[in-house]
């Protein structure tokens, strides 16, 4: 059984359930471009999307960032916190 996403959403592009999560891996992202690419794509979601993020360390500078531009419309869960890396669940409201 294939799910459809509702009208709003164009096809191929509904990330609100746990086989849809979109992923971005920020380490195979260069540096300098690294927080454009993150906020393009979280602009790009809707509301109760998630995108799952991959980074080698915890991004804390972009969490200040993301708080200041998206504030409550983004939500941040932690679903691994360790030294060799973090993920995160970015799920938009």
């Keep these: 059984m294939t799910l459809t996403p509702p009208p709003t959403h164009p096809p191929g592009h509904d990330h ?6 979109y992923g ?10 690294r927080h454009a690419a993150i906020f393009g794509a979280l602009d790009s979601l809707h509301p109760g999307e998630v995108m799952r993020f991959v980074n080698d360390h915890d991004p804390l500078p972009l969490l200040g960032q993301m708080q200041a531009r998206y504030g409550a419309a983004v939500r941040v869960e932690y679903r691994q ?13």
Excluded: Y
């Design 24 to 33: 971005f891996d920020a380490r195979g992202v260069a540096k300098r471009f």
């Design 16 to 21: 609100r359930t746990p086989e849809a999560i």
């Design 81 to 93: 916190r360790a030294p060799e890396g973090v993920v995160i669940d970015f799920i938009r409201q």
